[in-house]
């Protein structure tokens, strides 16, 4: 096993958490309190985006190549500048973590998908055939993944979920 087979999967699973996280953060957008039509119709497009990165991220670990990669490098880039926005547009309740946490997910993303099309520019004469990935590399990456992605998603929801006055509810089972 070599590096390059070792880290081939990780654009996939990292499409997955960046999807999660988006799709979360679009949703926070349309249901959060204090939302209006701007941050609603950004979450909207939050939550396709978020959908179509798992989607992406499933074929990709599927077919065990790129898939549309200048597609992937559009959808990276609207899913950075829609993210940034969020931040202007609902800023009370749009977790810094969360978006901190995908548009990490969502450079590797985009570098992979960029780096694919400067190989392939280069190289137009090779065929394009699925390469090997490796099954340590993907437990890695699911790994770091998670790691990235759980604490993200926990913030994004305590971020939707906070008060006027700074708190949090807690949801208590005692006495039920």
């Not at 497009?45 to 790129?66: F, K």
Request: aromatic fraction near 2%.
């Amino acid at each position: 096993m070599n590096a390059a087979t070792f880290v081939r999967s990780w654009p996939s699973v990292s499409a997955w958490g960046a999807g999660l996280i988006v799709a979360s953060l679009g949703a926070g957008a349309i249901v959060g309190p204090g939302s209006g039509v701007a941050s609603r119709g950004l979450g909207a497009g939050l939550v396709v985006l978020g959908v179509a990165s798992l989607v992406w991220g499933g074929a990709v670990l599927a077919l065990g190549r790129l898939v549309a990669p200048r597609a992937a490098l559009a959808g990276v880039l609207i899913a950075l500048v829609a993210t940034s926005a969020l931040m202007f547009v609902l800023p009370a309740h749009t977790s810094v973590l969360a978006v901190a946490a995908a548009m990490l997910l969502l450079v590797v993303v985009g570098g992979a998908a960029a780096v694919h099309l400067r190989r392939r520019g280069r190289s137009a004469d090779s065929p394009r055939t699925a390469q090997p990935m490796s099954v340590v590399g993907l437990l890695v990456a699911a790994s770091v993944i998670a790691v990235v992605v759980t604490p993200a998603l926990g913030a994004a929801q305590n971020a939707v979920l906070l008060r006027d006055d700074g708190s949090v509810p807690v949801i208590s089972h005692e006495g039920h």
